[in-house]
């Protein structure tokens, strides 16, 4: 009988289980697909000279997660790779915002908007700097941060801290504008706000692009060599080197209470599987609540609020396989490893209009992903591997465009709306769709039948607005990773601090259930030196 049960074989799961086994634990996770890695897989599905990105691809917030740096993955074979520049959102007139790894690089192409603007973006970075470091432990650390709370804290007593919270508490549009003369660094940050769901007008969306543009400044938008799996390969070998199980083709249907505890999973083949001290989901709060775990073990004010949960943006993505580089009339971006699609923030803000009005765009702004650009290893010299990803509706009311797009995503629906993407892509780089040599559609119900957690194809757990954050995630007076449960825990993105590749939410919920299975009649200095040895074991080799 495994000690610990883990539902969900992606990054979260995965890095769960890992920080179990370290502390000593017989760990079983149990997958319903038939491979690990939930959002966070490869293959060669779209040509097979091409190794393609099923779901994410870059990941800043892995390259500055102490959890995954914890975990010496580079011992398991995981490698980084990064484009020459991290950034480029290039405009209609040949202008192009850039942002690099080298400072000297992103500065002056924001004065080339305007003089000066390259100055206030090394002034962001400086805050960034003094600041950066504890924002980052608290972002990765359960709720509440007291620790990194109380570092940030002292940094801010007598600096301007509350000028600071006034600034990230700003839609992106309003920072861009105090902070920017030109358009160049409004376009860096309001792009990367809406890396999530956040309109260039909501609330928080400035600190959040912030956030997104500083860790690409830091730590750029790295890729691991070989293919996104590379990650999810690194991770189950390491379990496996200290005996956890990892069951591919194992659907959970339930999880089996008695006495307010959680005491085993039940699969939709009828096994039973006991876990003598814990169960850890990482699956969507919805699927979790009211799904595996019957309402009757649930408070009713819990199941009141999750008629409110509400979910992030739904994704339409397509993969490319290209026989050359992509043709950006702004030069710049060719050398970009990710790529902004839209012609200035007010088409930014358009768009997610559109969306808030229940319409697909007419216009949709496109995150576009350049692999071959940033791993040479992912298709022939002289190629492009590519992909382009936009929001849309979960529920459509209309279209926006003249093709009566419903939301229905039957087969024509799909082939319209990726042309509509990839004439997103010609506006930018006239003579794209003569490039193509094969593509595949991912609509968000396919999204959805490869991986449960993207409802809608919904990427990030839960809306990443402020009223869904923090003590408000998944519902108001949790933000922790315990459950109404004893024994069961939330290890996946709807958790603090949400989506994203950092392994934060699992490891929240691992050290949870550590905690929760301590010797009992521990004074507390021998708890506080338990909890020590613990996280030397998961950073030990």
Same mark, same amino acid.
Request: glycine fraction near 10%; hydrophobic fraction near 45%.
């Given at each position: 009988m495994p000690e610990a049960v883990v539902i969900g074989a992606g990054p979260n799961g995965l890095v769960a289980a890992n920080l179990l086994a370290d502390a000593g634990w017989s760990v079983e996770v149990l997958e319903e697909q038939s491979e690990p890695g939930g959002a966070v897989r490869h293959d060669r599905g779209v040509h097979p000279d091409y190794v393609s990105d099923l779901f994410s691809s870059f990941y800043p917030l892995a390259a500055a997660s102490p959890v995954l740096a914890g975990l010496q993955l580079e011992r398991e074979g995981l490698r980084w790779s990064h484009a020459p520049y991290v950034l480029a959102h290039p405009l209609s007139d040949g202008r192009c915002a850039l942002l690099g790894r080298n400072i000297d690089d992103t500065a002056a192409a924001l004065s080339a908007f305007s003089p000066g603007d390259g100055d206030a973006w090394r002034e962001l970075h400086r805050v960034w700097e003094r600041l950066g470091p504890d924002l980052v432990e608290a972002l990765f650390t359960p709720f509440p941060p007291v620790r990194a709370a109380a570092r940030l804290a002292v940094r801010l007593r007598g600096s301007g801290g509350l000028r600071l919270a006034r600034s990230m508490m700003l839609p992106v549009r309003r920072l861009g504008?105090?902070?920017?003369?030109?358009?160049?660094? /409004?376009?860096?940050?309001?792009?990367?706000?809406?890396?999530?769901?956040? @309109?260039?007008?909501?609330?928080? &969306?400035?600190?959040? #692009?912030?956030?997104? &543009?500083?860790?690409?400044? $830091?730590?750029g938008f790295p890729v691991p060599i070989g293919g996104s799996g590379v990650l999810t390969q690194a991770l189950v070998r390491r379990l496996r080197k200290r005996g956890g199980v990892v069951r591919c083709g194992e659907r959970v249907s339930q999880v089996v209470v008695r006495g307010g505890r959680a005491v085993a999973v039940r699969t939709a083949g009828g096994e039973t599987v006991p876990a003598r001290r814990a169960v850890l989901a990482d699956v969507s709060v919805p699927?979790?609540?009211?799904?595996?775990?019957?309402?009757?073990?649930?408070?009713?004010?819990?199941?009141?609020?999750?008629?409110?949960?509400? =979910?992030?943006?739904?994704?339409? !993505?397509?993969? =490319?396989?290209? &026989?050359?580089?992509?043709?950006?009339?702004? +030069?710049?971006?060719?050398? +970009? #490893?990710?790529?902004?699609?839209?012609?200035?923030?007010?088409?930014?803000?358009?768009? @997610?209009?559109?969306?808030?009005?229940?319409?697909?765009?007419? /216009?949709?702004? +496109?995150?576009?992903?350049?692999? $071959?650009? $940033?791993?040479?290893?992912? &298709?022939?010299?002289?190629?492009?591997?590519?992909?382009?990803?936009?929001?849309?509706?979960? !529920?459509v009311t209309g279209d926006a465009g003249d093709?009566?797009? $419903?939301?229905?995503?039957?087969?024509?629906?799909?082939?319209?709306?990726?042309?509509?993407?990839?004439?997103?892509?010609?506006?930018?780089?006239?003579?794209?769709?003569?490039?193509?040599?094969a593509r595949r559609i991912l609509a968000p119900p396919t999204l959805q039948s490869l991986n449960a957690n993207l409802h809608g194809g919904a990427i990030n757990g839960g809306t990443t607005a402020l009223h869904q954050q923090l003590v408000f995630r998944p519902v108001p007076g949790t933000g922790r990773p315990e459950t109404p449960v004893k024994g069961l825990y939330l290890a996946s993105a709807g958790a603090h601090p949400g989506g994203g590749v950092h392994g934060a939410p699992g490891a929240n919920a691992a050290r949870a259930a550590l905690r929760g299975h301590l010797p009992t009649g521990l004074s507390r200095a021998q708890r506080v030196l338990t909890r020590r040895d613990r996280k030397g074991a998961r950073t030990s080799p």
């Open positions: 504008e105090e902070e920017f003369d030109g358009e160049g660094g /409004r376009l860096l940050l309001a792009g990367n706000a809406l890396h999530a769901d956040l @309109a260039p007008e909501a609330a928080g &969306s400035g600190g959040f #692009g912030w956030l997104m &543009s500083m860790l690409g400044q $830091t730590h699927l979790l609540y009211g799904g595996l775990v019957d309402e009757v073990h649930l408070p009713a004010q819990l199941l009141a609020d999750l008629r409110r949960f509400q =979910w992030d943006f739904a994704t339409f !993505k397509v993969d =490319w396989a290209l &026989s050359a580089p992509v043709p950006w009339s702004a +030069a710049q971006a060719s050398s +970009a #490893g990710t790529v902004h699609l839209a012609d200035g923030v007010d088409e930014l803000t358009r768009f @997610a209009a559109q969306i808030a009005m229940h319409r697909i765009p007419d /216009r949709p702004f +496109a995150l576009f992903g350049q692999m $071959t650009t $940033t791993d040479p290893t992912r &298709s022939p010299l002289g190629t492009e591997s590519a992909w382009a990803y936009t929001h849309i509706p979960h !529920k093709d009566g797009l $419903t939301g229905s995503w039957d087969t024509r629906e799909q082939e319209v709306m990726a042309d509509r993407l990839e004439a997103q892509v010609e506006r930018f780089a006239p003579g794209f769709r003569d490039l193509v040599r």
